[in-house]
């Protein structure tokens, strides 16, 4: 036979593993008018653990696809921007959801719009360009919603940006990409440290320990750690220390689900003592076993133990 049968075996081979590959990939396609909010909603996605990529060329979509699928652990959650930028957008547009389909992968696409009065405003106030050519900003954003308009009526979710805050906004792609009875999975770091070593810069909470008894007056417990289960029971032996700890469980068990519900991704809690090494880490570590059961990520550092 001729030397191409068994080159287009290998080639039909190959693409048949590559499909049983990508078809568990959750490929998300952001589209829409500019200005609609594409650039805060691939923000948003990122957070919520996509691997964002803006601009992509729409005909390089298959190729970035194949080395997405090469790399390391294999990145399953794709948000890929495509907009009018993208030479042949139009006319491509279409025809690359077929041939997505074709190798088992369904995209969710999500089409941004919002009224020409709104985006002309948005356009004044960022005195950016608008990527098509037009003599006015209003006839470029007229231009723009004609040659998207097959593409809008192929998209799985149309969000109208006109009168959503930013925080609206992250709701409307929460609940299109998570479903409305689902929320977004909450890092939560805590992080135990010294207060003469100076704050750690990225607290959402803060919580001082310095009222606790402090085993460093102890010289059996100086040198030990908050790990020592000496330091921990003189931590705790005074009725108000577990008091505390209790009520600030109760706390944090209160505002994880309205941090969450804002759209929060990351909740960091800084637990203070004086040098770092006893009473934070203590209730720290406390604080992480107690969140562990209920959260999905839940990290604890602490940062001044060795100082």
Known sequence: MCPEVPC??????????????????????????????????????????????????ISLMSQFLDLA?????????????????????????????????????????IFLDASSRVLVNRFSETRRRHPLPGSTVSESIRNERELLAEVRDLSSVIIDTTDLTVAELKDRVREAILGSQQSQALTINIVSFGY???????????????????PYYDEHLAHRTGFDKGVILYVLREPYAREFFTRLADFV?????????????????????????????????????????????????????QK
């Open 69 to 109: 699928s090469q790399t390391d652990g294999r990145i399953s959650k794709i948000a890929v921007a495509l907009d009018v930028r993208s030479s042949g957008f139009k006319t491509q547009f279409h025809s690359m959801l077929q041939r997505l389909r074709a190798r088992d992968v369904h995209p969710r696409v």
């Open 8 to 57: 287009r075996a290998d080639r039909q081979y190959k693409r048949e593993a590559y499909v049983g590959v990508v078809s568990s990939l959750d490929l998300v396609i952001v589209t829409g008018l500019s200005g609609a909010g594409k650039t805060k909603t691939m923000g948003y996605l990122e957070d919520l653990g996509y691997y964002a990529m803006d601009n992509l060329p």
């Open 253 to 305: 068990d209160f505002v994880l689900p309205r941090y969450q519900e804002e759209g929060k991704s990351y909740l960091t809690v800084g637990i203070g003592c004086t040098g770092g090494r006893h009473r934070s880490v203590v209730i720290a570590n406390m604080l992480y076993h107690h969140l562990k059961p209920q959260a999905k990520a839940v990290h604890v550092f602490h940062r001044d133990l």
């Open 196 to 214: 003469k070593n100076g704050l750690p810069i990225d607290l959402d909470l803060l919580f001082d320990v310095r009222f606790l008894p402090n």
